[in-house]
């Protein structure tokens, strides 16, 4: 597939993904009760898209990202991948089947730190899936090495250094090289430039999305920074305690928004375009307790527009119109605020 | 000095001497706080901010050393006191630390102790500043912490840090540090590990406090948008130094140092979707290194090489009202290099 037909059709399909931790207490480790991180959600993300997922911590973003790469298993739901070969059930993938599966899903993640082995040199950190699959070994492998790290703006000079000689930008690149090594189609970045100072930030977003653009990729894109989203990505889903309570086109959703949790979370980014603010929605109180959902809408005890049926039952997430989705009762009657 | 001005740092510099040489964290900083007034210091991480705010309590990590300059503070009557000239561990600085001057760090899990309660170590506050019994300290506790927004006041005084959300811990910090009737708080990226619905609920309450109590706000920030909604005036750090320095109005509107100008436009707008980001060439210098001329001629667009990369530029250069840069481009041909307006 190739260039705007492609655009237009799914390459990840995930259909009421949910994850619930046990919470296990006492000596017999007796289950107390169920952490509800991911509750239900479905998306899908286009070929060549950058779909944002954005939401406070605790909003079950990135248990959501790990799930769809399995690397932690979901309690439920379907996750379809879609490609030339045909349509994978990545859900239902056995262990050796997974692990060749996996090439194609790749991840970014946010601690440059925490994220590179120390200990090896940065030619092991990037070459390290390329021998793991096969795909290179000797000659080969330290020219494919080389050219990653030319992909993504690191001097291949410094191929035996290791991670402490790079600053945090750096490192971060060579993490990107690390999740290209393996061509994949999908890479989830797991708030890829939330470490990283202002100027270090702007160099890594445009990397990425040159690199998006001349690779063909897809990307889930999780962040918490409004702004970097509105930039960066095409379609964003909005997550509040492990459900997605709108998503659309980034442009309408960001001047548009449909649920009052989208409103107040637009409102509360400090913004230094002076003189462009509206009015501040204070929201009070914070995320709910995940062992003590609140009844109905999770957002209802903090939204200035809750009403009886809030508390009574869950709004489903329903299609307002094409392409937009929010899941609010009252969702044709309230004309919320955007930016 | 001035008469409201509260806190006056005049050619600070505070260095580590290390094995690998001598890093000048804080290389000649001057600025001032006035009474009642908010002023934030903006800077990525590693050009000073938080050591300039370390060096006005006298808490700057071994092996840092004020090397030089002063940090006056007014006293209640006459006369004023030079922090940098004091004891470190004498009484003096301790009756300023945490009394005259109260502190807020980034986070608030690991600046309260894990195994006291915060009630007894808000109140062990009160106790030291302001000569409270037991009781007293107790039911002044109890009152911030109902200021500062927690709910049931008098059950969380007896809750460990463990126990309370990061936003309400920040809250607790915050009262912690409003407890002995401050007349500077200095906060150091006080919500940077905060969601954004948290962050505006903790700037909120910053606001409203600071305003109730007629305090004045030191706001370190990495955060352009927090400077923006927060403070009355802004002053740039760039390795070690105040690049530019005015009313928020004034350097975000009409941003004049090169550095200042680069790290707005590399940041993504809300209100629209802009092309390609534009950068910062190369990275910021190691530490170690010391760049000749001004810190950001090899990072900086509009080099006049021969001038920028010899001699220090000057200092402030007025480009607006009350707003000044520290950059060769805005200062009259004739300016010697070094020279200060």
Redesign the interface.
């Known amino acids: 597939m190739s260039g705007d037909a492609a655009r237009n059709t799914a390459l990840l399909e995930v259909t009421d993904l949910a994850k619930y931790f046990p919470l296990k207490k006492g000596l017999g480790r007796r289950e107390v009760g169920m952490v509800k991180a991911v509750d239900g959600i479905s998306f899908e993300v286009k070929h060549g898209e950058i779909l944002g997922i954005v939401g ?2 605790g909003s079950g973003k990135t248990t959501a990202a790990r799930c769809i790469l399995r690397a932690i298993e979901p309690t439920r739901g379907r996750i379809l991948y879609h490609d030339d070969s045909g349509t994978v059930d990545v859900g239902a993938l056995g262990r050796r089947e997974l692990r060749r599966f996996r090439r194609n899903m790749q991840m970014i993640f946010q601690d440059p730190y925490a994220s590179l082995n120390p200990r090896m040199m940065v030619r092991e950190i990037i070459g390290e899936p390329l021998i793991v699959y096969g795909v290179a070994k000797g000659r080969v492998l330290e020219s494919r090495v080389r050219e990653l790290m030319q992909q993504v703006g690191l001097d291949d000079r410094y191929l035996n250094r290791y991670p402490h000689a790079f ?1 945090g ?2 490192r971060q690149r060579i993490g990107i090289a690390r999740a290209l090594a393996l061509k994949p189609s999908l890479v989830v970045c797991d708030e890829a430039v939330s470490a990283l ?7 890594v ?2 990397l990425l ?1 040159q690199l998006q653009q001349q690779l063909k990729l897809t990307y889930v894109f999780i962040a ?1 920074d ?3 989203v ?3 990505c095409h379609r964003i889903a909005v997550m509040y305690a492990g459900r997605i309570v709108e998503n659309g086109a ?2 309408d959703v ?1 001047s548009n928004p449909l649920h009052p949790y989208t409103e ?11 003189g ?2 509206s009015k ?1 929605i ?3 109180g ?2 709910p307790d995940p062992l003590d959902m609140p009844h109905g809408c999770a957002f209802h005890p903090r939204c200035q527009h809750a009403r009886e049926a809030c508390s009574a039952s869950e709004p489903p997430l329903n299609e307002v119109r094409p392409g937009r989705r929010a899941s609010c009762h009252f969702v044709d009657e309230l004309s919320l605020q955007g ?1 | 000095m001035s008469a409201n001005r509260l806190l006056d740092v005049t050619d600070l510099k505070v260095h580590f001497a290390l094995d690998e040489g001598t890093v000048r964290a804080v290389d000649g900083v001057s600025f001032h706080v006035e009474e009642g007034e908010i002023v934030g210091v903006i800077g990525e991480s590693g050009c000073g901010k938080s050591v300039t705010a370390q060096a006005i309590m006298r808490i700057v990590p071994q092996p840092g050393r004020i090397v030089s300059g002063k940090i006056l503070l007014r006293g209640d009557g006459n006369g004023a006191d030079d922090l940098a000239g004091l004891d470190d561990r004498g009484k003096r600085i301790r009756g300023i630390r945490g009394g005259t001057i109260s502190m807020i760090f980034q986070e608030p899990m690991t600046s309260f102790s894990p195994v006291y309660t915060i009630g007894n170590q808000i109140s062990e506050a009160a106790r030291i500043h302001r000569g409270m019994d037991k009781r007293q300290a107790r039911a002044l506790t109890a009152e911030m912490l109902n200021k500062v927004g927690i709910p049931r006041p008098s059950e969380r005084l007896d809750s460990y840090p463990f126990q309370l959300s990061g936003g309400m811990r920040q809250r607790a910090m915050i009262a912690m540090a409003l407890c002995t009737n401050p007349r500077i708080l200095i906060a150091d990226e006080p919500t940077t590990a905060l969601d954004v619905t948290i962050q505006a609920q903790i700037l909120d309450l910053i606001r409203s406090l600071q305003q109730e109590m007629g305090m004045s706000v030191l706001l370190i920030s990495h955060d352009l948008g927090v400077i923006a909604e927060m403070c009355h005036r802004v002053a740039v750090m760039y390795l070690g130094r105040i690049v530019e320095s005015g009313t928020v109005q004034s350097v975000f509107e009409r941003p004049s140092h090169p550095y200042t100008q680069a790290l707005m436009n590399s940041m993504p707008k809300m209100s629209r979707r802009a092309g390609d980001l534009s950068v910062i060439r190369g990275s910021v210098p190691n530490p170690f290194e010391r760049v000749s001329g001004c810190p950001f001629h090899p990072r900086c667009e509009h080099i006049m090489s021969g001038r920028c990369d010899q001699g220090r530029p000057p200092d402030r250069v007025l480009v607006g009202e009350n707003h000044h840069a520290a950059c060769l481009l805005h200062a009259p041909t004739e300016a010697r290099e070094g020279g200060r307006t």
Request: glycine share 2%; aromatic share 4%.
């Open positions: 406070e911590s600053s930008g750096q100072d202002m100027s270090m930030q702007a160099q977003l445009n999305e918490h409004l702004s970097v509105r930039h960066f980034t442009e960001f107040a979370l637009l409102s509360a980014a400090p913004n230094t375009e002076m462009t603010r501040r204070a929201l009070s914070e995320i930016i």
